[in-house]
């Protein structure tokens, strides 16, 4: 399909009403080497979609079989998913909230230790957080929960049903605990075999006795068998993605420098610059530019990525990128929040922060929402 021909089927791009609600925003940065994590969301800049690029997505991005590997794959997602979990504090409870209207449905206690929510200072900070949240279907979600100190993550499971309301959370058969690093970053395969995870043993997360390089890595939840690759320690992850089957996992760098990488989960453990491939790099975007979000397409064959400029809040771009041929087009410009942004899992839709507040990109109609009912704190989303 031609350019023109993508320009035929995709000739218009709603706006959607902003309505009058701004939020305020909070750069929080919890590592000393510079890892980003973002806590609220803002506001500011001008939308700019472009609808080629639109409809590009939504031809190339749909939910299938893997082309690098066998595997079942999930049926593809034809409604928007109803639900979406947030964690707007970073500590237990989270929130279930309805994306439509913003409001929360229901809430997810987390297990906390005993006493471990008691405020202590610097290095001796016991308190839980919540490392991230993923899902593979939008109603069965893996949550990670780190302590700093000592350090140790621990995985958990629950269930939204049709109405927003969780199951019991409960531990992670094939991996209950990871110790001595922070688990901050999360991937479930749409098959629901493979999780992926970024951790680190170092920093503001995660003081242990004796530092270690961070890692990206995969778990096969059938069994609880471990792969990891060891990151430069120069690097800083800022998130993680799995094909459908789980063959394929995608990490984005934020420093040093800034790139997005694919390794194959066929791939043998070791120095993750050694495995795989780069597929991006920011400074072809210009100097000093970064990336926060990246994805893969269920097929392997797209990324959808952001692109931001030096200093964080904006205005940031939204690309997606042909594998096969290169072919790079821009989806959407004046994104604000660079740690806002979310898809879902068949990646046919994307949660992202606007000039005006939170919106959602129908990638299958080129229509973009925004959902003002989205109030107050709102923290990483899983959708």
Same mark, same amino acid.
């Given at each position: 399909?031609?350019?023109?021909?993508?320009?035929?089927?995709?000739?218009?791009?709603?706006?959607? &009403?902003?309505?009058?609600?701004?939020?305020?925003?909070?750069?929080?940065?919890?590592?000393?080497?510079?890892?980003?994590?973002?806590?609220?969301?803002?506001?500011?800049?001008?939308? *700019?979609?472009?609808?080629?690029?639109?409809?590009?997505?939504?031809?190339?991005?749909?939910?299938?079989?893997?082309?690098?590997?066998?595997?079942?794959?999930?049926?593809?997602?034809?409604?928007?998913?109803?639900?979406?979990?947030?964690?707007?504090?970073?500590?237990?409870?989270?929130?279930?909230?309805?994306?439509? #209207?913003?409001?929360?449905?229901?809430?997810?206690?987390?297990? #906390?230790?005993?006493?471990?929510?008691?405020?202590?200072?610097?290095? !001796? &900070?016991?308190?839980?957080?919540?490392?991230?949240?993923?899902?593979?279907?939008?109603?069965?979600?893996?949550?990670?929960?780190?302590?700093?100190?000592?350090?140790? =993550?621990?995985?958990? /499971?629950?269930?939204?049903?049709?109405?927003?309301?969780?199951?019991?959370?409960?531990?992670?058969?094939?991996?209950?605990?990871?110790?001595?690093?922070? *688990?901050? !970053?999360?991937?479930? =395969?749409?098959?629901?075999?493979?999780?992926?995870?970024?951790?680190? =043993?170092?920093?503001?997360?995660?003081?242990?006795?004796?530092? /270690?390089? &961070? !890692? *990206?890595?995969?778990?096969?939840?059938?069994?609880?068998?471990?792969?990891?690759?060891?990151?430069?320690? =120069?690097?800083?992850?800022?998130?993680?993605?799995?094909?459908?089957?789980?063959?394929?996992?995608?990490?984005?760098? /934020?420093?040093?420098?800034?790139?997005?990488?694919?390794?194959?989960?066929? &791939?043998?453990?070791?120095?993750?610059?050694?495995?795989?491939?780069?597929?991006?790099?920011?400074?072809?975007?210009?100097?000093?530019?970064?990336?926060?979000?990246?994805?893969?397409?269920?097929?392997?064959?797209?990324?959808?990525?952001?692109?931001?400029?030096?200093?964080?809040?904006?205005?940031?771009?939204?690309?997606?990128?042909?594998?096969?041929?290169? !072919?790079?087009?821009?989806?959407?410009?004046?994104?604000?929040?660079?740690?806002?942004?979310?898809?879902?899992?068949? *990646?046919? /839709?994307?949660?992202?922060?606007?000039?005006?507040?939170?919106?959602?990109?129908?990638?299958?109609?080129?229509?973009?929402?925004?959902?003002?009912?989205?109030?107050?704190?709102?923290?990483?989303?899983?959708?």
């Amino acid at each position: 399909m031609t350019e023109s021909q993508i320009h035929a089927l995709f000739t218009e791009i709603a706006d959607g &009403d902003p309505g009058p609600m701004r939020v305020d925003t909070r750069l929080a940065q919890r590592r000393g080497r510079a890892r980003l994590r973002w806590r609220r969301a803002c506001a500011a800049g001008t939308p *700019v979609l472009a609808a080629a690029a639109v409809a590009v997505v939504a031809l190339g991005m749909g939910a299938g079989t893997a082309r690098h590997g066998a595997g079942p794959a999930p049926a593809a997602v034809q409604e928007a998913l109803k639900f979406a979990v947030a964690a707007s504090t970073g500590t237990s409870p989270l929130q279930v909230r309805d994306v439509a #209207t913003g409001a929360v449905v229901a809430q997810v206690n987390l297990p #906390t230790e005993p006493g471990s929510q008691a405020p202590r200072q610097g290095a !001796h &900070d016991g308190r839980t957080y919540v490392g991230d949240v993923a899902t593979r279907n939008g109603r069965t979600y893996v949550v990670a929960l780190y302590r700093p100190y000592p350090c140790q =993550s621990w995985l958990y /499971q629950f269930r939204v049903n049709s109405r927003g309301q969780p199951t019991a959370v409960t531990p992670l058969r094939a991996r209950p605990t990871i110790a001595g690093a922070e *688990v901050y !970053h999360l991937a479930v =395969s749409s098959n629901g075999q493979v999780l992926g995870y970024a951790s680190a =043993s170092s920093g503001l997360g995660c003081f242990a006795r004796k530092a /270690q390089p &961070d !890692h *990206v890595g995969i778990i096969n939840i059938a069994t609880g068998q471990t792969k990891q690759w060891t990151m430069p320690t =120069s690097s800083a992850v800022n998130g993680v993605s799995l094909s459908a089957n789980g063959s394929l996992l995608l990490y984005s760098l /934020q420093l040093g420098p800034s790139v997005v990488r694919i390794i194959p989960a066929s &791939d043998p453990p070791g120095q993750a610059a050694d495995r795989g491939r780069t597929v991006l790099r920011a400074a072809q975007f210009g100097p000093s530019q970064w990336i926060s979000f990246a994805a893969i397409s269920p097929d392997g064959s797209v990324v959808c990525f952001s692109v931001y400029p030096p200093g964080g809040g904006g205005p940031g771009r939204i690309y997606v990128n042909d594998l096969a041929t290169g !072919h790079l087009l821009r989806v959407a410009s004046g994104a604000t929040y660079p740690g806002l942004i979310t898809r879902d899992p068949a *990646v046919r /839709q994307l949660l992202l922060h606007m000039p005006d507040g939170l919106a959602r990109l129908d990638l299958s109609t080129g229509k973009l929402t925004y959902l003002p009912g989205w109030k107050g704190l709102i923290g990483p989303i899983a959708w």
